[in-house]
């Protein structure tokens, strides 16, 4: 299908435009989850840790549903690509929207759906580890990652429930002349701007060989800093917009939830309907696991402090991501791994 994607200059221009209809196609699918989550009364920080993750984590789940169906190169494409847009939500996400936050400089979250994001995602993490451990995922392997992820959905939902019980509705103001969209309509663009997804996916994905062809690094390296970054633009634009407009906790939510999303959902499903075992080498992926569990608890101690977020904690979150970098590097240079 991409097959006049033949050298780098192509490769990069590729890249460039399909990642600008991801962001485009994502952020209408936000749009539409968002009205779908209003109708059904969702509160924002339960609605951003579902709703909005799924709408900005779908590039993700496209690249793993492409890399174990069409590509069959799940362990080389999917799990890099998953790890490395993990850590740039985790890391890089939280960092854009303090900066981006137009409030006072001492930010404050709610602790309570930090610590239930945290939980959720170092299990989900503990999980992926393990089995990466015994050196393959299998649709066990997958059906547990789901259920870890219908327990945070139930957790949500009785969350929705207490929400409800207190006489609460949407927390934000609602000025969308979208908000009387049917549900015919919402799910007509839900098919239109996934398909637009999956297709651009499919092509940075292709774009991507041939820059890792090009400079003879391995597709993992491309993976997990080229195709990565271009999926985690969709989640980086719809936090920065939520922390502009006052919805810190929100945006947040947000880039921790689509981790949840990514781990469980984003992996679970293709190893659940690969048909095969998927053979993966531990001590290669140890190193991403390791700094995926680190950026958590990086993130979340700043998030956590009693004096509130500071925009000077930006450094911090900067300065772990370029470890991050430094790591790869190492390893595209053989010095690791």
Known sequence: MFNFINNIYIAIVVIIIMSWI?????????????????????PTTVRGATFDAIA?????????????????EFTDVGVPTIAGSGIFNVLLIPMFSII????????????????????????????????????????????????????YIVFLHRQTLEHRANGNSVEEEEDDDDDDMSYFAILGWIIVTMAFVWISVDAIIASAGVVALTFGIPKFITSV???????????????????KKGDADGAISNAVGSNIFDICICLGFPMLIAGRAIPVEFARNIGMLIFLVVSML????????KSGVKKHDVYIMGTSYFAFLVYIVGIALGKWG
Do not use: C, W
Not at 56 to 72: D, G
Not at 298 to 305: A, C, Q, R, S, Y
């Open 22 to 42: 991801v962001s485009v196609a994502s952020d209408k699918l936000g749009d539409v989850l968002h009205v779908l989550g209003i109708k059904l009364n969702i």
């Open 56 to 72: 900005s984590s779908f590039p993700e789940f496209a690249t793993a549903m492409i890399a174990v169906l069409i590509y069959k």
């Open 100 to 151: 981006a936050f137009k409030g006072a400089l001492a930010l404050k979250v709610d602790k309570k759906n930090i610590y239930r994001d945290m939980f959720f995602y170092i299990l989900a993490l503990t999980v992926l580890g393990s089995f990466m451990f015994l050196g393959q995922f299998t649709y066990i392997t997958g059906l547990v990652l789901l259920l870890v992820y219908v327990g």
């Open 225 to 243: 800093i080229i195709i990565a970054a271009a999926t985690s633009i969709p989640d980086t634009l719809l936090s920065v917009k939520s922390a």
């Open 298 to 305: 990086v993130t979340g101690g700043i998030l956590l402090k």
